[in-house]
């Protein structure tokens, strides 16, 4: 994901009132992408006109529309006409961001089709892709999407995975068998597991320290958007959906949740997550080998990925 923007001045000013027009929540943005202290409740309104005007720094316009799209997402279904503001914006700044049309079709009520459009962009249809791709084919996708509901197992592939239970406990690799176990997920190749393609997963919780609760799965996809190199917009707005406003889009159950980055502290948190996983070196995502780091002490395993503490 391209690291974050910084706006100041009255590039920064101008985006703040675009967010406070859109939707009121702005604190975290404004604490560490604009280092602005203004109180929000005094900021005026910014027409397209005016924004489009006072954002010039290359790439801070399309960051601004996603920002916005989450804002919009943070605290329930969107308002449409909270959409309508934001698409004149977008207009205004000449950019036009496939979220965007996500968010519309989620709005104006075409859930079908805004799953299928999320979808297709989202980490989900990266690990098909992948496990078509590496994986087997046709007949791996169906084995992996079959083992993940119970109903396959490669036992050989599992066996793999357990034996990670016999390396040092400080590994890497010991560390990801204990928090499988642990939680009591399966591994890849168990009944249940994860596909091959997605068992970077939860290695990543391990890698950056976030924990399975909501608000560790919340930072952990801010996390991912950093390091990830397609779509990594999609991580983002898969926590908007499913912790801002409540929408599951993902084929697993999940609690109901709203409003999480109204949290004290936790949209600061997500903010941070994307900026530390931008800096890893490796998209985990993208047919990432991990075999080799398994032996390794965690620590070393993360300075070799540039994952800071």
Same mark, same amino acid.
């Given at each position: 994901?391209?690291?974050?923007?910084?706006?100041?001045?009255? +590039?920064? &000013?101008?985006?703040?009132? $675009?967010?406070?027009?859109?939707?009121?929540?702005?604190?975290?943005? =404004?604490?560490?992408?604009?280092?602005?202290?203004?109180?929000?409740?005094?900021? *005026?309104?910014?027409?397209?006109? +005016?924004?489009?005007?006072?954002?010039?720094?290359?790439?801070?316009?399309? =960051?601004?529309?996603?920002?916005?799209?989450?804002?919009?997402?943070?605290?329930?279904?969107?308002?449409?006409?909270?959409?309508?503001?934001? =698409?004149?914006?977008?207009?205004? &700044?000449?950019?036009?961001?496939?979220?965007?049309?996500?968010?519309?079709?989620?709005?104006? =009520?075409?859930?079908?089709?805004?799953?299928? #459009?999320?979808?297709?962009?989202?980490?989900?249809?990266?690990?098909?892709?992948?496990?078509?791709?590496?994986?087997?084919?046709?007949?791996?996708?169906? +084995?992996?999407?079959?083992?993940?509901?119970?109903?396959?197992?490669?036992?050989?592939?599992?066996?793999?995975? $357990?034996?990670?239970?016999?390396?040092?406990?400080?590994?890497?690799?010991?560390?990801?068998? #204990?928090?499988?176990? *642990?939680?009591?997920?399966?591994?890849?190749?168990?009944?249940?597991?994860?596909?091959?393609?997605? $068992?970077?997963?939860?290695?990543?919780?391990?890698?950056?320290?976030?924990?399975?609760?909501?608000?560790?799965?919340? &930072?952990?996809?801010?996390?991912? *958007?950093?390091? @990830?190199?397609?779509?990594?917009?999609?991580?983002?707005?898969?926590?908007?959906?499913? %912790?801002?406003?409540?929408?599951?889009?993902?084929?697993?159950?999940?609690?109901?949740?709203?409003?999480?980055?109204? @949290?004290?502290?936790?949209?600061?948190?997500?903010?941070?997550?994307?900026?530390?996983?931008?800096?890893?070196?490796?998209? &985990?995502?993208?047919? %990432?080998?991990? %075999?080799?780091?398994?032996?390794?002490?965690? +620590?070393?395993?993360?300075?070799?990925?540039?994952?800071?503490?």
């Amino acid at each position: 994901m391209p690291k974050l923007i910084h706006p100041t001045g009255g +590039e920064g &000013l101008a985006c703040l009132r $675009a967010m406070r027009t859109v939707t009121a929540g702005d604190g975290a943005a =404004q604490r560490l992408l604009m280092a602005l202290d203004t109180d929000p409740d005094t900021l *005026a309104p910014i027409s397209p006109r +005016e924004l489009a005007a006072a954002v010039t720094t290359p790439g801070m316009a399309e =960051q601004l529309v996603h920002a916005l799209i989450v804002g919009a997402l943070a605290d329930g279904e969107p308002d449409p006409a909270a959409y309508e503001r934001l =698409q004149g914006f977008a207009t205004a &700044l000449g950019v036009s961001p496939p979220g965007l049309r996500t968010l519309r079709l989620l709005v104006e =009520q075409h859930m079908l089709l805004f799953r299928l #459009d999320f979808l297709r962009r989202s980490h989900i249809a990266d690990m098909v892709r992948d496990t078509y791709k590496h994986r087997g084919g046709i007949r791996a996708v169906a +084995e992996a999407l079959l083992g993940q509901r119970g109903l396959h197992e490669d036992k050989e592939l599992a066996a793999r995975f $357990a034996a990670l239970g016999t390396l040092p406990k400080d590994s890497f690799g010991y560390v990801y068998y #204990d928090h499988c176990r *642990a939680n009591g997920f399966a591994f890849p190749g168990e009944r249940g597991g994860f596909p091959y393609a997605g $068992a970077y997963h939860d290695m990543t919780h391990v890698l950056s320290g976030y924990g399975i609760t909501p608000d560790g799965e919340l &930072l952990l996809g801010g996390f991912m *958007a950093g390091f @990830k190199q397609s779509h990594p917009f999609y991580v983002v707005l898969l926590t908007a959906l499913l %912790w801002g406003a409540g929408i599951n889009v993902t084929p697993l159950s999940q609690p109901h949740l709203t409003g999480m980055l109204a @949290k004290d502290g936790l949209a600061d948190g997500f903010i941070a997550a994307i900026e530390r996983g931008s800096r890893v070196n490796t998209d &985990l995502s993208d047919n %990432w080998d991990f %075999w080799p780091l398994m032996p390794l002490p965690l +620590e070393e395993a993360r300075r070799r990925l540039g994952i800071a503490a």
